[in-house]
């Protein structure tokens, strides 16, 4: 496993200095000229210094710890994936930093570099919906940094990630609102470059299809909170004719805004409209009407994914040789909100 990262010496050899010099320009004593403090900045960026790094090629042993990015910590489905991560991470002797990004690709990079700086021995990521260029986990992956991606599937080739079949889950959510009488379904979708958004417009889209039902582009809506989702089923609830008969939400929190606007808008749910969600938030059995939902296995999604990049950390497996992805089944709770016709 090799990171090529340079030191103090390469740095003062580059600019003919003296190492000294160049630790004191890195730090911004005084008695060094504004000019050469730009000079040794300038090198340590193009030489990928980074401050109190080892590289992991001189590493004589590890600091066992490994960092974890995630968009949101509030997140039901990230709270499971964090229990995985913990319980197979102390399992094995490591220990976990954790940092939320809060879905803003600068805290993303910003945690990248604390983490380096704390020496960690491998990430695991679930990247913010702001990102859209991969460039500093590739130059990491290129340096042979251990990384594993979990939910969020990056366009990076090669890379190892640990997936929910977002396809299957989404099919068998509209095959059931269909199996259940609703012909008019509307899908609020997430962001449109995450991977995970189109594989459920996909599978929402091709169950559509099975049934030899159309597929209509307006009732494909990106919606990216509750609140977001509730504006946009009012707005589709007093604008489309015919009406919707059924919401199928990207996720729990958008289906639950989908449930308070058709309420506010006099509708019942089920035998009017029906809502299914994505996810499985802890919230779905308390609500009334009790929401249906695709179930995630986040705690099977964290404990795969720290097992695979504590191995390749250990060069128990080698990444070239490892299968990209690792993908886990869905489940389809039914509950009240999408339940309409009674068994035989």
């Known amino acids: ?10 740095i003062a050899r580059e600019l003919n200095v003296s190492s000294s010099t160049v630790s004191r320009a890195l730090k911004d004593y005084p008695g060094i000229s504004d000019e050469t403090k730009r000079k040794v900045k300038e090198m340590a960026k193009k030489l990928n210094y980074r401050p109190n790094a080892i590289a992991l ?44 990004t809060n879905e803003k690709l600068a805290r993303e990079k910003s945690s990248i570099d604390t ?18 260029d991969f460039e500093h986990f590739s130059s990491l992956l290129d340096k042979g940094y251990p990384i594993v991606f979990f939910d969020r599937v990056p366009d990076i080739p090669g890379a190892i990630h640990v997936i929910v079949d977002d396809y299957s889950g989404a099919y068998e959510a509209t095959k059931h609102l269909i199996l259940q009488g609703y012909s008019r379904i509307v899908h ?20 559509l299809r099975d049934f030899g039902m159309e597929v209509n582009p307006d009732y ?3 919606s990216r909170t509750d609140g977001e989702a509730q504006k946009i089923t009012s707005h589709l609830l007093n604008t489309l004719s015919p ?13 639950v805004g989908a449930m308070m606007a058709c ?24 609500i009334d009407p009790s929401l249906s939902s695709v179930a995630q296995p986040g705690f099977r999604i964290g404990a795969k994914a720290t097992d695979i990049l504590l191995d390749l950390i250990e060069q128990k497996i080698n990444r070239n040789e490892f299968e ?10 039914v509950r009240k909100s999408s339940v309409r016709l009674e068994k035989n």
């Open 324 to 333: 990209n992805s690792v993908v886990l089944e869905t489940e389809l709770l």
């Open 188 to 207: 609020l979708a997430g962001p449109s470059n995450l991977k995970i958004s189109q594989e459920r417009i996909r599978g929402y889209e091709n169950a």
């Open 220 to 222: 494909i809506v990106e």
């Open 57 to 100: 090629s001189l590493r004589k042993s590890r600091s066992f710890t490994i960092g974890v990015i995630i968009p949101e910590v509030v997140h039901f489905f990230f709270s499971t994936v964090i229990s995985g991560i913990e319980e197979v991470a102390f399992a094995r002797g490591y220990n976990v930093i954790l940092t939320q």
């Open 1 to 10: 496993m090799k990171l090529e990262q340079s030191t103090i010496k390469d």
């Open 263 to 286: 309420k506010a808008a006099g509708y019942r749910i089920p035998d009017q409209i029906g809502i299914v969600g994505f996810s499985n938030w802890q919230f779905c059995s308390m």
């Open 115 to 132: 983490m380096l700086s704390n020496q960690i021995d491998g990430f695991l990521v679930s990247f913010s919906k702001e990102t859209t």
């Open 243 to 255: 009406v919707p008969d059924a919401f199928f939400g990207n996720n729990d929190m958008a289906a």
